[in-house]
């Protein structure tokens, strides 16, 4: 008996319905449908009773690589129709396509995403020809606006057009091979009675071709390796994650539209999706008059014509509402003329249109679905703690139960699990916080997400510890994203992960070219080692390994830094900072060289060659490492003192040793003298840099250090009213330049002499 094979683009309403007809028509003995065919004998699962939209979510993980890949199903989706149909009529199903696990399929993140992309010559000479302006609405204007009638002779001539004599790739050779050897088993199997093949149009030319010869047994299913984790689960979907315009890789943009055309037709699916336009923007307080929208269908309805679209089509009805509500000119391009993402700048009106069309459906599963061991324990964990709820969450770190209740929390949003949104607590570098405030929101994201993490682990802390695990793969020569995982490890409680991530940070020390994330890294590293009440990774042998080798590292590139009067680099001053830390903290303890370091800092802040913040901070460091062991910093400070660097050179200085500064008797005034010499020039252009300088010091002491200058110079008056001014300090530089060039012309010009 003959096969049928029936092409459809995937999420086609006009496909779908196709599909359905020629079962119900046909009544085949098998319906074989493109699809993982290891979740065969899973099928009675699939076909419980879920709300759609859903999808079959595969994860895979090795030693060498982690994939994970959705096959999406919707109402008029042609797999689904075709598994649907071929179930009333008594047909055995299969999916006949690879795990989507498997090699041929590693690079693919959506398995029914759309061939034609890979031929976009075709498509594109196709919608040149037909006047269009992409592959939606050719697609549209041949087959969704359309008759039934001859349908499928047309879809094989389109897909027959699409493919040409082009080779297809390895992959997608090893995938029809498979699915070929299906069909052959199938048809030797079903005798004198129908077999119907329904897979992506690009596949069936290849297959009506390799069905014709070959194997006739039933393919085996493919092992994944032996060390591998494989695991495939049913997933609640939603509209919004199926539409091309919020970045689906493949199928029709607008599942809301097309649910609609699917359940009514053309000429119904036009006037609902105005109607879902309007109430949206008239809920967000948008215009929308009676007249906009008469204008609106006059225009759609002559676009209708003009195009020849029996009924207006979706890109007729959107240009229609976009001429009649929107009135000034566009930024971007409309986002239906274009495919993908939506472009940033896109005016309110389209924004508030392209998601009108989405629509807001999510899917619900069947409460007999099986579900990943994760999701279980996370539900368990959330309700044990107290965190299964919505609303604030403060949680005082000092107390076991609450770090217990933050690390689970923690584990969950290394895992991207939505509706956890950590408002404060402790971070990398900063202080010593024991207070912790987060936000619960319920999410109807957070099932398909849990789902999606299922792969990493069975638990929320083995499955944190596995995604961090391939991060740090990931980045092993990024210090900075190394030191923030390295954080989340010890936030999430996962002890077992340290050693492998200093191992890997202890590497990429050693092999730091940046002083500033080097800089960074010791920051976070130093934290971790001091504070073992909060992360229980004080005093760490491993974490004391790479202090001394980032203290070491970054004196070293320090040393080589030259820049002449390059201006301030906070992150190269915040390296030197986390070296006076480790240096102060763990000097003794850890057995670091402070004397080798001092050696340094005396050669940099003595080097005339290097930028004037290093100077500054080498100076600053060596003063405060010292203490009252320095004899005569005043002396030291007029020497390096430079009035052409003075800002950057302060903010260095400051930033090591600003309560040296602040406590030390005269060294106010001795600044102070120092800056009251420079030349006006001078001063107007050091002002930025002395301002980014004197932020080192807190609100109170910049207080106190302004009383006491202006004593000293008043004469011990409080002048208050000095501290105090109506004019921003930009405005009394700027005045101050000004002054300087008038007085620059009227010496010019003789009209003053002193």
């Known amino acids: 008996m003959a096969t049928t094979f029936l092409g459809v683009r995937h999420h086609s309403p006009a496909c779908a319905r ?68 071929g179930r009333a009529v008594g047909a055995e199903l299969r999916f006949i396509d690879l795990p989507a696990w498997h090699p041929a399929l590693a690079e693919v993140r959506n398995r029914y995403a759309d061939a034609e992309a890979r031929y976009a010559e075709v498509t594109q000479r196709l919608c040149r020809t037909f006047a269009v302006d992409n592959v939606d609405a050719l697609w ?60 992506g149009g690009f596949h069936r030319p290849a297959l009506i071709r390799l069905a014709e010869q070959g194997d006739r047994t039933w393919p085996g299913l493919p092992e994944p390796p032996a060390d591998a984790v494989v695991g495939s689960y049913l997933v609640p979907y939603s509209f919004r994650r199926l539409d091309a315009f919020d970045g689906y890789q493949s199928g029709m943009p607008s599942p809301g539209y097309y649910q609609h055309l ?18 949206r923007l008239r809920a967000r307080h948008q215009s929308v008059s ?23 089509a979706r890109v007729d009805v959107l240009d229609g509402l976009a ?8 930024e971007a391009p409309l986002p239906w003329a274009t495919r993908g993402r939506m472009q940033a700048g896109s005016h309110p009106v389209i924004v508030e249109m392209v998601a009108a069309l989405s629509g807001d459906r999510v899917g619900r599963l069947h409460a007999s679905t099986p579900l990943p061991p994760l999701v279980h324990a996370v539900v368990e964990q959330l309700s044990r703690y107290g965190l299964d709820g919505s609303g604030e969450v403060r ?68 499955a944190a510890a596995a995604a961090l695990t391939e991060r740090i793969s990931a980045m092993a020569a990024d210090l900075d994203r190394l030191a923030d995982l390295l954080f989340d490890a010890a936030l999430c409680g996962i002890g077992e992960l ?59 590139l320090a040393e080589g830094v030259r820049g002449g009067s390059a201006p301030a680099d906070l992150k190269r001053i915040n390296a030197l900072i986390a070296v006076r830390d480790a240096l102060t903290h763990a000097g003794t303890p850890l057995g670091l060289d402070t004397p080798a370091a001092l050696g340094v800092a005396d050669r940099l802040a003595a080097c005339h060659e290097a930028p004037p913040d290093l100077r500054g901070a080498s100076f600053g460091l060596g003063w405060s490492l010292r203490g009252t062991a320095v004899a005569d910093p005043a002396r030291a400070v007029r020497g390096t003192f430079t009035p052409a660097s003075a800002g950057d050179w302060l903010a260095g200085l400051f930033a090591l040793a600003r309560e040296e500064v602040l406590h030390t008797p005269g060294m106010l005034e001795l600044l102070d003298e120092l800056v009251g010499a420079m030349t006006d020039h001078d001063f107007l252009i050091a002002l930025p840099a002395l301002r980014q300088a004197f932020e080192y010091f807190p609100p109170r002491e910049r207080h106190i250090i302004a009383t006491r200058l202006v ?10 009213d000095l501290m105090r001014l109506d004019a921003t300090p930009a405005l009394v530089a700027a005045g101050m330049a000004l002054d300087e060039r008038v007085d620059t012309a009227l010496r010019r010009e003789g009209l003053i002499t002193s």
Not at 299 to 311: C, I, N, P, S, Y
Not at 323 to 330: D, G
């Open 18 to 85: 196709l599909v359905a007809d020629t079962i119900t028509a046909l009544r085949p003995a098998y319906v074989l449908v493109e699809g993982p065919a290891d979740m065969n004998r899973r099928l009675e699962e699939l076909m419980l009773g879920h709300k759609l939209p859903v999808a079959v979510y595969t994860s895979y993980r090795d030693a060498q690589r982690r994939h994970g890949s959705w096959a999406p199903l919707c109402e008029y989706s042609p797999e689904w129709t075709a598994l649907t149909a």
């Open 140 to 199: 549209d204007h041949l087959f969704e606006m359309e008759p039934a009638d001859g349908l499928a002779e047309r879809l094989a001539t389109y897909f027959d057009l699409v493919r040409g004599d082009a080779q297809p790739g390895p992959d997608d050779m090893a995938r029809e091979a498979y699915m070929a050897q299906w069909i052959r088993a199938a048809v030797a199997d079903a005798g004198d009675r129908p077999v119907a093949v329904v897979t």
């Open 262 to 279: 699917w359940e009514s037709g053309p000429r119904a699916a036009a006037r609902k999706l105005t109607e879902a336009v309007t109430v």
């Open 290 to 312: 009676t007249a906009d929208l008469i204008a609106a269908r006059a225009t759609a309805d002559g676009l209708a014509l003009v195009r020849g679209h029996r009924h207006p």
């Open 323 to 330: 001429s009649a509500l929107v009135s000034e000119a566009l």
């Open 395 to 462: 949680l005082d770190l000092g107390k076991e139960a609450d770090s217990e209740r933050s690390r689970l929390l923690h584990r969950l949003r290394v895992l991207a699990i939505p509706g956890l949104v950590r408002e404060s607590g402790p971070h990398p570098a900063g202080d010593h916080v024991l207070v912790e405030q987060w936000t619960l929101i319920e999410s109807d994201d957070r099932l398909p997400a849990l789902i999606e993490a299922g792969g990493y682990g069975v638990d929320p802390q083995e």
């Open 498 to 556: 340290t050693g492998q991530v200093l191992d890997d940070l202890a590497r990429a020390v050693g092999a730091a070219a940046d002083l500033g994330s080097l800089g960074r890294t010791l920051t976070v590293v130093l934290a971790m080692w001091r504070h073992d009440g909060l992360f229980h990774t004080g005093r760490s042998t491993t974490l004391g390994a790479v202090i001394g080798a980032a203290t070491r590292r970054a004196l070293w």
């Open 711 to 720: 004593q000293r110079r008043t004469g011990g008056a409080s002048g208050s």
